[in-house]
């Protein structure tokens, strides 16, 4: 009986976890989120992106506050690195420098991200050394995502 639930719990964290993931399907909902009325984007984002060298990645993003007001501290685990940053807003825009601090290559760079009136993320990445520049989407992964779908 105790391995009959135990299974029953597996399957029902695997459809969670793989409905979570097709919930944004990429696609960001939001408009770019007027820089007086920003929401809040301290928290855990689903991210997708790709890099400057062409390369698809996708993982997990975390943004804590910074220091000093304005301010944020960035997590990343994706593809292949862990990375982290530092940044702040700038109207709608949260801008910060990044680095790998494990993975493949020691590279870092920017990324801008546009804030949306949903709490997504809209970026342009860059990446020292290289031409060019990637995208990266982040869409907040938490319990109040699915409830700003509602309506679009």
């Known amino acids: 009986m105790k391995k009959q639930y135990a299974i029953l719990i597996i399957l029902l964290l695997s459809?969670?976890?793989?409905?979570?993931?097709?919930?944004?399907?990429?696609?960001?909902?939001?408009?770019?989120?007027?820089?007086?009325?920003?929401?809040?984007?301290?928290?855990?984002?689903?991210?997708?992106?790709?890099?400057?060298?062409?390369?698809?990645?996708?993982?997990?993003?975390?943004?804590?506050?910074?220091?000093?007001?304005?301010?944020?501290?960035?997590?990343?685990?994706?593809?292949?690195?862990?990375?982290?940053?530092?940044?702040?807003?700038?109207?709608?825009?949260l801008k910060a420098r990044w680095r790998n601090i494990q993975g493949v290559t020691q590279s870092q760079g920017d990324v801008i991200y546009t804030i949306t009136t949903l709490g997504e993320l809209d970026g342009v990445r860059t990446i020292d050394g290289f031409d060019g520049e990637g995208w990266e989407k982040a869409f907040p992964n938490d319990e109040t995502w699915g409830r700003f779908k509602l309506g679009h």
């Open 15 to 93: 459809t969670l976890a793989l409905a979570g993931c097709s919930k944004n399907k990429g696609v960001i909902q939001g408009e770019p989120a007027d820089s007086n009325n920003l929401p809040d984007i301290a928290g855990v984002y689903a991210v997708n992106g790709v890099d400057a060298g062409g390369a698809d990645y996708s993982g997990t993003l975390k943004i804590e506050p910074g220091d000093s007001p304005g301010s944020y501290k960035l997590h990343w685990i994706v593809t292949g690195a862990i990375q982290e940053g530092e940044g702040g807003v700038e109207g709608n825009k």
